[in-house]
């Protein structure tokens, strides 16, 4: 899939007050910012159409546009986050994403689903069973996904507690190539499709992204940048400290859509 045009939300002046387990201390609002603009202007560099929404000052976690909706070629649906803080961010993003798709689904009640948690596999979607996302939630989106024509499956997190969400622990990265931490859960869904699995300490650097030909990778994890480059891909490195600190990743910053002429 090629993506033509990206959502993005800017770090508002309580982005500290969020939610985080990281235990790396609060983040640095103005090392946070200029993260952020690198990241869009990255996504610029891929040949994407970016909007950045303003802050969302009622919502400290709102920068993390990818948890409230999921976005297809066949449409978007805004989700039931599994925090109750950020149950309101659903609301501000329906405008935004009704411009560019018209129509948008719901999550509904006591349906629970953050974005983080649905990785598309080329048309296959897995979706996480997290602390964030319930079996109900899984349930709608599977329907939803499956009315238009794809296919989904669950994979259960709960004996893993360190993947807060499903892609905190796997990326697609190519057609029948994904990048995964070490003892991904549910690894029979991958039969088939070759892994790339990330050495200890770099963890966190399989949250990244493909965006065209490029793929985006957390700064400061080298192996896995090596490796990548090592197998024909132009990685982008980008600096994620601050976002790191808030249990944020790249795929989390945006929301990538691939939208037809006219």
Known sequence: MRFTHAILRVPGQHFAQGLSSAGEGPPDLERALEQ????????RACGLQVEVLPADLDHPDSCFVEDPAIVTEAGALLTRPGAP??????????PVLERYVGSVSSIEAPGLLDGGDVCDLGGRFLIGLSGRTNAEGAGQLSRWLEARGYQAETVDLA???RLLHLKTG????DEGRVVTVPGFPAARLLDGMERIEVEAGEEYAANCIRVNDRVLVPAGYPRLTERLEGLGYQTLPLPMSEFRRMDGGLSCLSLRL?????
């Open 36 to 43: 952020h603009a690198a990241y869009a202007d990255a996504l």
């Open 85 to 94: 803080s950020r149950l309101g961010e659903v609301v501000t993003l329906r």
């Open 258 to 262: 691939s939208l037809r002429p006219g």
């Open 159 to 161: 004996d893993h507690p």
């Open 170 to 173: 796997i990326s697609a990265i």
